[in-house]
Antibody
C-alpha cells in the first residue's frame, strides 16, 4: 500500500526557514517523480515543485524553496527559506502516476505551515 | 503561470448531469493532453479522478468522464449523487514543464 507521510510543518516567523519531509513507502521511490502541492486556508490547490531527473518550481517560490530527495531513506524534502505570510498553507507531497505521466495519483495528508510574527 | 479558469460553483439535483469547464491556453491545456482532475472533500487530501484528459484510474466511478476541445477541458459527472458534493480541480502540464491548477469548482448537490 502506497503511503506518504509529511512532517516538519509549524509556526515560523516571516523571513524564517523550515524543512518539510515526506516519508514514502509501498512503491519504488526512486522510479517516480515526486511533487509538493500547497493549499492556503480556504483557497485552491497550488503546484509548488516537482523533482524527477531535474527540479521544477513555481515562480512564486523559485529561488526561495529547494526540493530534494534521499533515495536511501525514501524521503522527499522541501527546504523553504525567506518565508512570507503568503506561504501559509497546508503542504501536500504527491507521487506521479508513472514515468511521463504527470498526474498525482497518491497524496499525503498534508502538513500545515504558518508564517506569522 | 496563471491559474486555469474554472467556474466557482456548479450545482445539480440528484440524478442529473453536470459539467465543469477548465480553460487555459495553448501553452497548457490546449497544447498537451496532460490534463487531470481531482476531487477534494473538506479536510481531506485530493483524489485523482481523471488523467490524460479522459482516463479513469481504477476504482473511480464511470459516472465521471473527461474531455477536451481546444484550450478547454471538461469534467462531466453523470447521475449526480450526494457523495459527489466536493471541490474539483483541473490540472495541466505546461510548456515550461511546470504544472498549473485551476482555481477550483465547488459542486453542490441540491
Amino acid at each position: 500500500e502506497v503511503q506518504l507521510l509529511e512532517s516538519g510543518g509549524g509556526l515560523v516567523q516571516p523571513g524564517g526557514s523550515l524543512r518539510l519531509s515526506c516519508a514514502a513507502s509501498g512503491f519504488t521511490f526512486s522510479s517516480y517523480a515526486m511533487s509538493w502541492v500547497r493549499q492556503a486556508p480556504g483557497k485552491g490547490l497550488e503546484w509548488v515543485s516537482t523533482i524527477s531527473t531535474s527540479t521544477y518550481y513555481a515562480d512564486s517560490v523559485k529561488g526561495r524553496f529547494t526540493i530534494s530527495r534521499d533515495h536511501s531513506k525514501n524521503t522527499l524534502y522541501l527546504q523553504m527559506n525567506s518565508l512570507r505570510a503568503e506561504d501559509t498553507a497546508v503542504y501536500y507531497c504527491a507521487k506521479d502516476l508513472g514515468r511521463g505521466e504527470p498526474y498525482f495519483d497518491y497524496w499525503g495528508q498534508g502538513t500545515l505551515v504558518t508564517v506569522s510574527s | 503561470q496563471s491559474a486555469l479558469t474554472q467556474p466557482a460553483s456548479v450545482s445539480g439535483s440528484p440524478g442529473q448531469s453536470i459539467t465543469i469547464s477548465c480553460t487555459g491556453t495553448s501553452s497548457d491545456v490546449g497544447g498537451y493532453n496532460y490534463v487531470s482532475w481531482y476531487q477534494q472533500h473538506p479536510g481531506k487530501a485530493p483524489k485523482l479522478m481523471i488523467y490524460e484528459v479522459s482516463n479513469r484510474p481504477s476504482g473511480v466511478s464511470n459516472r465521471f468522464s473527461g474531455s477536451k476541445s481546444g484550450n478547454t477541458a471538461s469534467l462531466t459527472i453523470s447521475g449526480l449523487q450526494a457523495e459527489d458534493e466536493a471541490d474539483y480541480y483541473c490540472c495541466s502540464s505546461t510548456s515550461s514543464i511546470t504544472r498549473v491548477f485551476g482555481g477550483g469548482t465547488k459542486v453542490t448537490v441540491l
